[in-house]
């Protein structure tokens, strides 16, 4: 079953169209790769569909709802939550509250955001530094966090942008067993990432944008041996070896 | 709850904070039993006047990251809201005291829908223009305000003890009410403002309405110091508004503790009573608290309570509690 929809979407800065007439379906419980070379309209997007970004033409529909236009709050408390590649949290309390924040800002009741907070900071192995200021934390453990404070209530949909860069491999595990395990409960995901290995273990479809359109969309494997996703990311003597390499 | 408690957490952090605040208040309370000189109970009341201004700008640029360099002009709105009700209308002050949190708090949400869509020096900038331009206004509105002559003001109470009471009163309900505010959801939602906008909207955060709202409250606060004092000073005049009473709240927070609930009345007291101590050599006080805020903006980024605070932290750490 669809659960969001992207029809011809575009946004333009300028002279470059950054997203040029993009299509694509997300279905519900299903985790999607969004893979590309750099500049190829990612993120411009993703900051479309979370409200970042105002389109200048095109749809989005969620649940067969309209959403385009709606800004980032309204569209957070219809459960499309955002990580973003720059990372984002709270840097002056601490990583607990940073937690409790979004759980309250959900319609979270006190007890029940922190009982909340705690059990995702156990679970993505930060309840040893929960009490630490935010902005005291490695830049691992800051995705780790700002990765939690999209789940304190669970979202219908979760963009992830970039969340593996440039993070330790051991948390790489925990975020990537965190999806998984979410993903098999029923959980939505768009994954952007860089990293073809993960995108090939986590994402049964990916779709892959070059110069702002979709270049190619189906099962992973199928995208990333496609002759056009090998040459947008390589060049055109490149082979599908090179792009795994 | 959390595992256990920890002094880092928001709920203990403003614990101790208000503590520390009733601590402080307590003692102020005690002062008038060992100070008879009515020079210094007024240089009291004057610093409790200006620690309800730092309290009320601390909630907005401490806690929600709000840059406003209109404190002052809303005291002098306040003053303005009792002082024009009782010389135009002779309205008593039950309800000339109401209109100095009423008015301000209207112009505060005119302002803030119009002026919080911006952010840093823009906002700085923007509130500042307004202070100027109003107190510009009234300065030259003679007709109306009698410029720089000031308004009379109606007295609340005549005896210094009496005025000394009613300040620390007031103070302390606005300590109380800010520390009740900050425990509620918005506390945290003005923080995660304050340290991230695009990071608090991406997590549910309406931004611009908790902006609105610790704005609105922010004046409200302010216009009720300059109401009273204007009670206390019998007198409302377009100098409640110079930018450089602004400057002197700023100085306030930024050494006594910026974002915490302490900060502005350590602050407040101390620069105060300090800046009448060098009253006798002029003009170089001002230069003490600018090289003070200098460096304690630079080093001390929360203040002298930051200071004592982090003092108390490791002393706990060595004891082995946490």
Not at chain 1, 20 to 29: K, N, T
Not at chain 1, 100 to 113: D, H, N, R, S
Not at chain 2, 16 to 42: D, H, T
Request: glycine residues 12%; proline residues 4%.
């Amino acid at each position: 079953m669809t659960l969001m929809t992207i029809q011809s979407l575009e946004k333009r800065f300028g002279g470059l169209r950054a997203v040029d007439g993009a299509s694509m379906d997300v279905h519900e419980g299903e985790l999607l790769g969004l893979i590309g070379p750099n500049g190829s309209g990612k993120t411009t997007l993703l900051n479309m569909l979370s409200g970042h970004l105002k389109a200048d033409g095109g749809a989005i529909q969620l649940d067969g709802q309209e959403i385009l236009g709606l800004g980032p709050t309204r569209l957070t408390r219809l459960g499309i939550l955002r990580m973003f590649q720059m990372t984002r949290v709270f840097n002056r309390v601490s990583a607990f509250d940073n937690l409790v924040v979004c759980g309250l800002a959900l319609g979270m009741k006190e007890p029940q955001a922190y009982a909340r907070a705690t059990e995702l900071l156990e679970e993505l192995a930060l309840a040893h530094v929960m009490y630490l200021d935010a902005g005291q934390l490695s830049g691992g453990q800051r995705k780790l966090l700002e990765f939690g404070a999209c789940f304190m209530v669970p979202p219908r949909i979760a963009l992830l942008d970039e969340p593996f860069a440039a993070v330790h491999p051991v948390m790489k595990e925990i975020m990537s067993d965190f999806i998984r395990r979410r993903n098999s409960a029923g959980q939505t995901f768009v994954l952007v990432s860089h990293d073809m290995p993960v995108i090939v273990d986590l994402c049964p479809r990916s779709v892959c944008m070059n110069a702002g359109k979709v270049l190619a969309e189906g099962k992973t494997q199928d995208v990333l041996q496609s002759t056009a996703v090998i040459e947008a990311y390589l060049g055109e003597d490149a082979t599908q070896e090179d792009l795994h390499a | 709850m959390p595992a256990r408690p920890h002094p880092n957490l928001h709920t203990s952090k403003l614990r101790s904070e208000f503590l520390l605040s009733l601590a402080i208040l307590g003692a102020l309370a005690m002062v008038p039993l060992l100070v008879q000189s009515n020079y210094w109970l007024g240089v009291l009341i004057v610093s409790m006047y200006f620690a309800m201004m730092a309290c009320g700008w601390n909630l907005l640029a401490g806690y929600a990251g709000q840059f406003s360099l209109a404190p002052a002009a809303f005291a002098m709105l306040g003053g303005y809201s009792t002082g024009l009700l009782a010389y135009h209308l002779d309205a008593p002050l039950w309800i000339g005291l109401p209109m100095s949190i009423i008015m301000p708090g209207l112009v505060g949400l005119v302002l803030g829908r119009i002026v919080l869509r911006l952010s840093g020096a823009y906002l700085a900038l923007t509130t500042l223009s307004f202070a100027e331009i109003i107190r510009l206004v009234i300065y030259n509105s003679i007709d109306f305000t009698r410029g720089d002559q000031g308004l009379n003001v109606p007295a609340l109470y005549d005896g210094r003890i009496g005025n000394y009471y009613i300040f620390l009163g007031v103070l302390t309900l606005i300590v109380g009410l800010i520390y009740w505010l900050l425990r509620l959801p918005l506390g945290r939602f003005l923080q995660a403002i304050r340290d991230d906008e695009i990071g608090a909207a991406s997590r549910g955060i309406d931004v611009l309405r908790y902006k609105t709202i610790a704005f609105i409250i922010s004046c409200a606060i302010c216009g009720f110091a300059g109401g009273l004092y204007g009670t206390f000073a019998r007198l409302v005049s377009p100098e409640l508004g110079l930018i450089a009473q602004t400057g002197l709240v700023i100085a306030m927070v930024v050494i006594g503790g910026m974002g915490t609930l302490a900060g502005p009345l350590i602050g407040a007291m101390l620069v105060y009573t300090a800046s009448e101590f060098l009253r006798d050599v002029g003009g170089i006080q001002m230069i003490v608290f600018a090289a003070l805020v200098i460096i304690f903006a630079r080093f001390f980024r929360e203040g002298l309570w930051g200071l004592l605070r982090r003092v108390a932290v490791r002393r706990a750490a060595s004891k082995g509690t946490p």
